[in-house]
């Protein structure tokens, strides 16, 4: 039974999926320091509780780029979203739009944009990652404005992938992975008949596209080593800035002299992000980076904040430390696995009663009421 968002979705998620799916979603970089301190060090942030103030009445909706959200939540990129449930990316997409929260398309999507635009009413929010093949990122590029996406988020902390070595030991890279990932996903009969038979084609569907054949699960990791580009730099992002008629959103920025950079040139916003852990492990959480980055650009562009939030009260304490939204990764992807759609809007539901809670007992009746003071101080 589901009672708690933040822990019951990633048990059920790991009973449910075959074990290369599920280390692929829940692992992180090396010795994973950086995952578990993202999730460590956010949980330490104390709320400071006020009381007998009348708070009958809480306003969770904000804006950002001009777009109306009912809670200061997006859905963040995560690939191979097709994998973890039936085409995946339209039922997350269609939970969020149903909650009036903003989905993000990963670049490495199993459906591809055109399938998931149509089923939507809201505009879709599209991520790019920076690849050595300029034409595909154009490509991309086209079809993702021509689909309507509004806000394009540029994700820069995956000049080269982190290697994650429990991919190598769960058979999603590594020696005999195509026999073990088929063994496993017979031995997951539910799941090998929701995604494993029915949610076919499971290639890149925008990858796929573009080069006129299927790009499949198993040259993924293969792909993603081969194509993701070490030597960019901000001018070669000058093109994609003039090229999309949107927002565009800077994701990966862990330091506040980046964010800075991120300003000068011209970035509409950045998403504070160590990748959930899954890069350079030994980095500092977001947490503990937020605050300088917000002191730093706060009142130049919108700060969202990612990585080990796992409940209501963790939006609260990313706003309290200076974001303007969070984006959710495994926390939305646990509940997708789980349930498909209907588990995410379960889930945005009971983060949206934990965030009341919080707001409630911090007396703070608007997002814009949500600052540093809502925290203890430490001494
Ligand atoms: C990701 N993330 C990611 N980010 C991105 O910009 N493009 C992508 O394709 C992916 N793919 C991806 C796959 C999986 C399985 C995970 C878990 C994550 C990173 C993601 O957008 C986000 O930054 C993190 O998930 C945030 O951390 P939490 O919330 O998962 O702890």
Not at 87 to 93: D, H, L
Not at 164 to 182: E, K, L, V
Not at 274 to 295: E, F, K, W, Y
Request: hydrophobic share 45%.
């Amino acid at each position: 039974m589901i009672i708690s968002a933040s822990t019951d979705y990633r048990l059920a998620a790991k009973k449910r999926l075959p074990p290369f799916l599920f280390h692929y979603i829940d692992g992180g970089a090396y010795a994973e320091h950086t995952l578990r301190r993202n999730v460590d060090d956010l949980a330490k942030v104390a709320l400071r509780q006020r009381v007998l103030k009348d708070m009958s009445t809480l306003d969770l909706r904000t804006e950002l780029f001009n777009e109306k959200l009912n809670m200061p939540v997006v859905l963040a990129p995560v690939g191979l979203t097709g994998m973890y449930a039936r085409r995946g990316e339209v039922q997350a997409a269609q939970a969020a739009d149903q909650f009036g929260i903003p989905f993000t398309m990963s670049s490495v999507s199993v459906c591809p944009i055109e399938e998931v635009t149509p089923a939507i009413q809201r505009p879709m929010w599209f991520q790019l990652y920076v690849l050595k093949d300029r034409g595909f990122m154009k490509n991309v590029l086209e079809r993702a404005q021509a689909a309507g996406c509004s806000t394009l988020v540029f994700t820069v902390d995956m000049p080269i992938p982190g290697a994650r070595y429990r991919d190598a030991h769960s058979g999603m890279s590594g020696p005999n992975a195509a026999f073990r990932r088929y063994l496993q996903a017979i031995t997951h009969p539910r799941w090998a008949w929701d995604v494993g038979l029915h949610g076919k084609p499971h290639d890149l569907g925008n990858v796929s596209h573009y080069f006129g054949e299927p790009i499949k699960l198993q040259d993924y990791m293969g792909w993603l080593g081969n194509n993701f580009d070490p030597s960019i730099s901000w001018k070669d992002l000058e093109w994609i800035r003039d090229f999309w008629q949107g927002p565009m959103v800077i994701k990966g920025i862990l330091d506040a002299e980046d964010a800075k950079d991120a300003v000068r040139f011209g970035a509409d916003g950045i998403v504070v992000s160590n990748h959930g852990g899954r890069q350079l492990d030994g980095v500092l959480s977001t947490t503990r980076a937020l605050p300088a980055i917000a002191d730093a650009v706060k009142s130049d562009l919108k700060i969202l904040v990612d990585s080990g939030i796992r409940n209501g009260l963790d939006i609260v304490r990313m706003l309290a430390l200076g974001a303007d939204a969070v984006m959710l990764g495994r926390a939305y992807i646990y509940a997708l696995a789980t349930s498909g759609g209907a588990g995410v809007s379960h889930l945005l539901h009971l983060l949206e009663k934990e965030m009341r809670v919080a707001m409630t007992l911090t007396a703070t009746r608007r997002i814009a009421d949500i600052t540093t003071d809502c925290l203890v101080k430490d001494k």
